[in-house]
């Protein structure tokens, strides 16, 4: 009798790792997120730097056990194509809006939202400060979706609304301690000039049904705007503040947290972005074909203390 009891228990434990082994091997092990470039402020140009990535979004992305891919301005539709069946998600970074910027953002916004309408595969994607302005034109097909705020170098609190409980981002999967955090401390580094109001979202019939608005905050003006929301169907993230600056940016005279508790909210950020992508199983057709787009041929250049606002920053040539 006991030893019939133990083959019982041993096929359960196996069937129980059998699952589990499946389990690992549907996740993507090596993701790879793509990250827009944008053109280069005039005062900030190298020789022929024509485009540049911040190396805060790039560290903020590696540091979830990700790689990266920046996906330069001014190229083909071909070389846009291959990058989006070929990477696991992008990142749309903070800075100026042009209109090569949301060219090539709304490629990859048009594809996200195409491939998941006709096979439910997911290619996430999450826009961070001008990156979840342009969520918002994109979505509501319209540039003349923001308000002038008062919103650049400040820290603050969360205010979370009913819709964040059961959202994806700051739902179940958020650590009380982080929430703590966000809601009572001033976790969050903003650096906007344009805004959109919580009134203003809630009155759009496009903007509510596309996205659920998760947190408001206080500009400096003590006027609320949106500060975190997400698609409600689709694998589509955006927060209006930084928090890739609260662990890779350090200018001096700023307002940008570095404490524990701001490193803690980054990183729970950062990883949940990229563990949506982990669900993504794309991949370059060979490893050769990987190594001539990943970030690692290009070096970051240390801006020096008065250039720009970044401590450091890749350049792309023509």
Same mark, same amino acid.
């Given at each position: 009798m006991m030893i019939k009891l133990f083959l019982i228990i041993l096929v359960i434990l196996q069937s129980k790792a059998y699952d589990t082994v499946k389990h690992v091997s549907n996740e993507n092990t090596r993701p790879i997120i793509g990250i827009l470039s944008q053109p280069t402020p005039y005062d900030w140009q190298k020789p022929n730097g024509t485009t540049y990535i911040?190396?805060?979004?790039?560290?903020?992305?590696?540091?979830?056990?990700?790689?990266?891919?920046?996906? #330069?301005?001014?190229?083909?539709?071909?070389?846009?194509s291959h990058l989006f069946n070929s990477i696991n998600g992008v990142l749309f970074p903070g800075g100026d809006s042009t209109d090569e910027y949301l060219y090539v953002a709304n490629l990859f916004y048009v594809w996200s939202l195409k491939q998941f309408d006709e096979t439910q595969r997911v290619f996430p994607i999450w826009g961070t400060c001008l990156g979840f302005e342009v969520l918002l034109m994109l979505t509501r097909r319209s540039t003349d979706v923001l308000?002038?705020?008062?919103?650049?170098?400040?820290?603050?609190?969360?205010?979370?609304?009913?819709?964040?409980? =059961?959202?994806?981002? #700051?739902?179940?999967?958020?650590?009380?301690?982080v929430k703590t955090s966000l809601e009572n401390e001033p976790t969050t580094a903003n650096y906007h000039n344009f805004c959109?109001?919580?009134?203003?979202?809630? =009155?759009?019939?496009?903007?509510?049904t596309f996205y659920k608005m998760l947190t408001i905050s206080p500009d400096l003006e003590d006027r609320t705007f949106v500060s975190t929301m997400e698609s409600r169907r689709y694998p589509i993230f955006g927060v209006q503040w930084h928090p890739e600056k609260n662990a890779f940016?350090?200018?001096?005279?700023?307002?940008?947290?570095?404490?524990?508790?701001?490193?803690?909210?980054?990183?729970?950020?950062? =990883?949940?972005?990229? =563990?949506?992508?982990r669900q993504n199983t794309n991949h370059f057709d060979s490893l050769q074909d990987e190594l001539k787009y990943l970030i690692y041929q290009?070096?970051?250049?240390?801006?020096? #203390?008065?250039?720009?606002?970044?401590?450091q920053m890749y350049f792309f040539y023509k």
């Open positions: 911040a190396a805060s979004y790039v560290k903020y992305v590696e540091a979830t056990g990700a790689q990266v891919v920046p996906i #330069l301005m001014n190229q083909s539709i071909e070389y846009y308000e002038p705020c008062k919103g650049y170098d400040f820290a603050t609190e969360l205010t979370f609304t009913p819709d964040a409980a =059961n959202s994806r981002l #700051l739902g179940s999967s958020l650590p009380s301690s959109i109001r919580p009134e203003n979202f809630t =009155n759009d019939p496009v903007l509510s940016e350090w200018r001096v005279n700023t307002t940008i947290p570095h404490t524990k508790d701001a490193i803690d909210v980054m990183q729970y950020m950062a =990883n949940f972005f990229t =563990n949506q992508t290009y070096t970051p250049e240390f801006m020096g #203390l008065d250039v720009s606002h970044f401590q």
